[in-house]
């Protein structure tokens, strides 16, 4: 069997190329024929060449393109992309072949479906937003800062003045999302989906397909099992992810605030002015490496993932319940299935800051409570671990069953 596997960035710049590169070595080393194709490079130095073929295309995403009228056309179909992908694939057999896409609209664009799909290629797509259903990839009001209740697509989404930065944006993705269903073929030519999480389930399987099929994967956890932090020891309670509004990075700078903890913040954005000015004594720690990431996480009260939009996981509450740390989560995004309430971390009411402030002050002064969830934490995920190893299974085990379906 051989998979191609299609990811926007050769590095890990999100959760979807985290995914995508780190199954890439597990495959091959299982025995299938594995080419790794990225249009933005550098290439991820961890993926194993001498198994894993790798295409690099060497182009620009839409934001390192200095021409903002060429990323705008190429942004909604580059043919570069599919031009090199066709010539790939013609080297190819549609009989044991499998075409797996993790992303797509920074780069490659949907260019890349219609190319594969013209060709008789199976494709399956992992579903890591929610791009192939909605233009801005959130079913989420960025003005309003709440989840969006509209049709994708239908007369009120397009007024909507919902983007994060205009509505001459908003329109933009409108037209991209247009040709991306019309002529991309995503997601009305696409008969495989992989969901990540019971959340994103409930909210995509409505909008996609009927006739699809769908098949369930959890993300990769990469950390090797250890002894548990000793949470009680430490008073931090830690974000971590990019600092936008969507991500809830302010309600947490405000909740710690009137708590009175201790706030830190792993990771970058264009709100961090803004929650340094909610939040005087919050401290960031910046972009960190995998082995930085771990150790602020182990150095922690509790993770706090407060994000306001869907998310279709949250991989860093599952990352922080590997190394023994409770997580304090957002009821209202797809991280609150990695908890349960009260016994493995706590729930707050989403946008709520007085409601995050309690939860944080609970665990700030009862260090065997927190003790407590973060061990249950801790056992609950070692007892089922989302190993590389289990991902690389459970995908192997959908590439069977997609070859075994008739065409």
């Not at 947490?252 to 708590?259: H, I, T």
Request: with cysteine.
């Amino acid at each position: 069997m051989r998979v191609i596997v299609l990811s926007d960035y050769g590095y890990v710049s999100g959760g979807a190329a985290q995914v995508a590169i780190r199954s890439l070595n597990g495959l091959a080393e299982a025995g299938l024929d594995v080419v790794f194709v990225t249009s933005v490079g550098p290439v991820d130095p961890s993926i194993d060449r001498t198994l894993v073929k790798v295409v690099n295309f060497g182009f620009h995403d839409l934001l390192g393109n200095q021409s903002r009228i060429q990323a705008a056309v190429r942004g909604i179909w580059d043919s570069r992309c599919a031009n090199l992908l066709r010539e790939l694939l013609l080297n190819y057999d549609p009989e044991d072949t499998i075409v797996h896409l993790h992303s797509w609209v920074q780069s490659l664009s949907s260019s890349v479906v219609q190319a594969a799909d013209s060709l008789g290629f199976r494709v399956v797509c992992t579903l890591h937003d929610y791009f192939s259903v909605c233009p801005n990839g959130g079913l989420y009001n960025f003005p309003q800062r709440k989840h969006c209740k509209l049709r994708p697509m239908s007369l009120d989404c397009i007024t909507s003045n919902c983007d994060s930065r205009s509505y001459t944006q908003k329109l933009w993705r409108v037209g991209r999302h247009v040709v991306q269903g019309r002529f991309g073929g995503i997601p009305k030519d696409i008969k495989y989906f992989i969901l990540v999480s019971d959340y994103s389930e409930s909210i995509l399987r409505p909008l996609l397909p009927a006739a699809a099929k769908f098949f369930c994967v959890r993300n990769p956890i990469d950390i090797e099992r250890g002894e548990p932090s000793d949470v009680g020891y430490y008073d931090a309670f830690t974000f971590v992810g990019r600092l936008a509004p969507e991500k809830g990075a302010d309600v947490f700078a405000s909740a710690a605030q009137q708590a009175r903890v201790r706030a830190v913040f792993v990771g970058g954005g264009a709100d961090e002015a803004r929650i340094a000015g909610i939040n005087p004594s919050a401290v960031f720690q910046g972009w960190q490496n995998r082995a930085g990431v771990v150790r602020s996480i182990q150095s922690s009260r509790a993770v706090v993932f407060p994000s306001l939009w869907h998310e279709t996981q949250g991989m860093v509450v599952v990352e922080a319940a590997a190394l023994g740390v409770p997580s304090i989560v957002s009821d209202a995004c797809a991280a609150r299935d990695s908890i349960i309430d009260g016994e493995t971390g706590l729930l707050f009411q989403a946008g709520y800051a007085a409601d995050l402030a309690a939860k944080l002050t609970l665990l700030d002064s009862d260090r065997q409570l927190a003790a407590r969830l973060g061990m249950k934490a801790y056992e609950r995920y070692w007892s089922a671990p989302s190993t590389t190893e289990l991902h690389v299974k459970q995908l192997i085990s959908c590439y069977t069953q997609i070859m075994g379906y008739a065409e």
